[in-house]
């Protein structure tokens, strides 16, 4: 089993930044892809980013040029860096980890809540 943790989460304006941390533990061995979703209000939870433990990163194109996601393998570790966000970046944010040689991700976060609003 693996547990996921984020945090970072909060209020802020349009135009600024948030960053987003989500630690894993336990069997973090099987651990190939960490990655990021969201889910706002009324809408179906997609994917932000990921990142594998070899270093391959994808990006919705939503937020292609303005989030970052970076992972620490040694402090089993993944981030998200969310520059020029938008009101419509409002959403709970959730860590998603995929063991290895799967197609879905088999653990979750408790989700960590970002209101970008003026």
């Known amino acids: 089993q693996v547990q996921l943790v984020e945090s970072g989460g909060g209020v802020v304006q349009p135009g600024g930044s948030l960053s987003l941390s989500c630690v894993a533990s336990?069997?973090?061995?099987?651990?190939?892809?960490m990655g990021w979703y969201r889910q706002a209000p009324g809408k179906e939870r997609e994917l932000v980013a990921l990142?594998?433990?070899?270093?391959?990163?994808n990006y919705a194109d939503s937020v292609k040029g303005r989030f970052t996601i970076s992972r620490d393998n040694a402090k089993d570790t993944v981030y998200l860096l969310m520059n020029s966000l938008k009101p419509e970046d409002t959403a709970v944010y959730y860590c998603?980890?995929?063991?290895w040689g799967h197609g879905t991700f088999d653990y979750w976060g408790q989700g960590t809540q970002v209101t970008v609003s003026s």
């Open positions: 998603a980890a995929k063991r």
């Open positions: 990142h594998t433990r070899v270093g391959t990163t």
């Open positions: 336990g069997s973090i061995f099987s651990i190939n892809v």
